[in-house]
Nanobody, 117 residues
Framework: QVQLVESGGGLVQPGGSLRLSCAPS????????MGWYRQAPGKQRELVAT???????NYADSVKGRFTISKDNAKNTVYLQMNKLKPEDTAVYYC???????????WGQGTQVTVSS
């Protein structure tokens, strides 16, 4: 099993910034990709950004140019730097880890991000 512990959510004004962190633990061997997804009230969970072990990144169109996903291999931690936040970014953000060998997705408990004045 893989456990994902997220941190860094909170309340921020429009135009502000937040940084989310996700640290995996447990059986982390075989994780090929990690990422962030979000779910707003009444909406489906959607991709925000992913990063592979090789450093390849992928972003939702709605966050390109504002959010940056990165990985600290020494700390085994994935970050999501969120700048120029908008009210529509308000959601619960979930960390995800994917193992291709067993095709398993692992999820964190979620962290609330609220963008409001």
């Amino acid at each position: 099993q893989v456990q994902l512990v997220e941190s860094g959510g909170g309340l921020v004004q429009p135009g502000g910034s937040l940084r989310l962190s996700c640290a995996p633990s447990g059986n982390i061997l075989g994780i090929a990709r990690m990422g962030w997804y979000r779910q707003a009230p009444g909406k489906q969970r959607e991709l925000v950004a992913t990063i592979t072990n090789g450093g390849n990144t992928n972003y939702a169109d709605s966050v390109k140019g504002r959010f940056t996903i990165s990985k600290d291999n020494a700390k085994n931690t994935v970050y999501l730097q969120m700048n120029k936040l908008k009210p529509e970014d308000t959601a619960v953000y979930y960390c995800n880890a994917w193992k291709p060998l067993n095709r398993n997705d692992y999820w964190g408990q979620g962290t609330q991000v609220t963008v409001s004045s």
